[in-house]
């Protein structure tokens, strides 16, 4: 089982509707979670830090975190194109290094 | 404040040859990691440095190398390149504390024929 899991999509969404994306983790120990945003052929950019149970919300987007499930989401609203990118998903066991997902595929269309 | 600094934002490079990258984190920060990015292979962590010292270390081969400044700027070395290291690399840094985020540079992209 990898540490982080992504399912790689591409996740294809209507233009103003929510993007849903979803990361499991393997280990339990994991304490802090990270939403990072990748366009093509630039470097991850950091969109959402979550480190407690439950939601956090940031303009359009909120991050949901579930330690016993062992999932953390992103959840985008009123997606717009622009939003199109890859999400990586980072989750650090507390060795100061985060583990990162192979990242999920964004599309938004007009 | 400044972000994260990469030069050279671009390489090209011959088989066999090696290569420095340089990396300056933001004012403050303490930690700089280097990852290496590939289509096929995602985000691999290569090493990261903390006060002058290699905190962590992925799972790279020898020829793949790095040091920390005393003003926290890193560079790092690979040398006798082979065709597989193509790549974007990326420098991160952050304050040092555990369960701090990175904040990525722009990545060097690397080109080896």
């Known amino acids: 089982q990898k540490e982080v899991e992504q399912n790689s999509g591409p996740l294809s969404v209507p233009e103003g509707a929510i993007a849903s994306l979803n990361c499991t983790y393997s280990?339990?120990?994991?304490?802090?979670f990270f939403w990072y945003r990748q366009y093509s052929g630039k470097s991850p950019e950091l969109i959402m830090s979550i480190y407690s149970n439950g939601d956090k919300e940031d303009g359009r987007f909120t991050a949901q975190l579930n330690k016993a499930s062992q999932y953390v989401s992103l959840l985008i609203r009123d997606s717009q194109p622009s939003d199109s990118a890859t999400y990586l998903c980072?989750?650090?066991?507390?060795?100061?290094?985060?583990?990162f997902g192979r990242g999920t595929s964004l599309i938004v269309h007009p | 404040k400044a972000g994260v600094t990469q030069t050279p934002r671009y390489l090209i490079k011959t088989r066999g040859q090696q290569v420095t990258l340089s990396c300056s984190p933001i004012s403050g920060h303490r930690s700089v990691s280097w990852y290496q990015q590939t289509p096929g292979q995602g985000l691999q962590f290569l090493f990261e440095y903390f006060s002058e010292t290699q905190r962590n270390k992925g799972n790279f081969p020898g020829r793949f190398s790095g040091r920390q400044f005393s003003n926290s700027r890193s560079e790092m070395n690979v040398s006798t390149l082979e065709l597989g290291d193509s790549a974007l690399y990326l420098c991160?840094?952050?304050?040092?504390?555990?369960?701090?985020?990175?904040?990525f540079g722009n990545g060097t992209r690397l080109t080896v024929t």
């Open positions: 980072a989750v650090n066991k507390g060795s100061y290094i985060p583990t």
């Open positions: 280990d339990r120990g994991s304490q802090s």
């Open positions: 991160a840094s952050t304050p040092g504390r555990d369960g701090s985020p990175l904040h």
